[in-house]
């Protein structure tokens, strides 16, 4: 997709939660794009691909666990400074693994309260304002 700036790139997250009705965030690591800010995690969608098989297979490098995708939550459309981003964020539950981080340096499971008191990526903070009801 492009627009007459910059290309649109189609990016999934993954809301996961485990069996508590707790979420997993994950904190990117220092040196990276949105370094040392939480999100949800996922990644870029491959040509050809469906998006629950991108959010699985994403999981699942750059955490090392595995995920149920259920159903589409919510389109958010962000302008970085040097692309614009479709994230496409889904409800997924927790299966298991073994965590192996790649891109990030710090995982948590918390309850919707508790997402305010961490800084999120600003293509993740419409997500965040829909869970916790505050959407505008």
């Not at 949105?34 to 629950?52: A, D, I, R, T, V």
Request: some cysteine; overall charge negative; proline content about 5%.
């Amino acid at each position: 997709m492009e627009t007459g700036k910059q290309p649109i790139v189609p990016v999934l997250a993954g809301l996961i939660y485990d069996a508590a009705g707790k979420l997993l965030i994950a904190r990117r690591k220092a040196g990276l794009a949105n370094g040392g800010k939480w999100e949800f995690p996922g990644g870029k969608l491959q040509q050809g691909e469906s998006p629950e098989a991108c959010l699985e297979r994403e999981i699942a490098e750059e955490l090392g666990i595995s995920i149920a995708v259920e159903r589409p939550y919510l389109l958010v459309n962000h302008e970085y400074p040097d692309k614009s981003i479709l994230l496409i964020s889904y409800i997924c539950r927790f299966r298991g693994g073994e965590w192996q981080l790649t891109d990030h340096d710090r995982v948590e499971w918390r309850s919707a309260a508790q997402l305010t008191e961490v800084e999120f990526s600003a293509a993740d903070v419409p997500i965040v304002n829909k869970i916790i009801g505050c959407d505008r």
